[in-house]
């Protein structure tokens, strides 16, 4: 999906009349600002509604949602609370990392695992955690490691 396209859902578009003049102002206004997401944006060719190839702006997870931030729209607004409650999550996380442990439990649980799963899935990783500790403590570097993982799983 482009900007262009994702600022059209998110923007009230009955009321700008050249959704792509709007993407232009808003990405200088964010560039004025110091913002380099937008600079930092990818161009693709999309097959426009006229069947003609049009370069467009695209941009990865994290550029999108710092330009969700940007948009002033009623639409956006559930996206920026969304945003700020997973940001506020995470620092909660950094002073307690055990609530980030539940978290991973309860979306494993969301995906529909069994309890024993998950326990097995993160007894697994603690075993995986625990052994390369070990091989870093030990010396072990580069190559070596894709070498005992390999033959780990073999």
Known sequence: ???????????????????????RVLK???????????TNCNTFKFTAADGKKRN?????????FRIIQSIPSPKAEPFKQWM???????IDEMQDPELA???GYEYYRRLGYS??????????KEARKALTDEWKRTGVQGQQYATLTDWGQA
């Open 1 to 23: 999906m482009s900007q262009l396209e994702i600022h059209m859902g998110l923007m009230q578009t009955y009321l700008i009349k050249d959704p792509t003049l709007y993407w």
């Open 28 to 38: 200088k206004r964010l560039r004025d600002e110091g913002n380099e997401t937008v």
């Open 56 to 64: 467009s702006d695209i941009a990865d997870q994290k550029q999108l």
């Open 84 to 90: 700020a409650q997973v940001a506020s999550e995470r």
């Open 101 to 103: 442990i539940d978290r």
């Open 115 to 124: 309890e024993g799963w998950i326990n097995e899935r993160m007894k697994g």
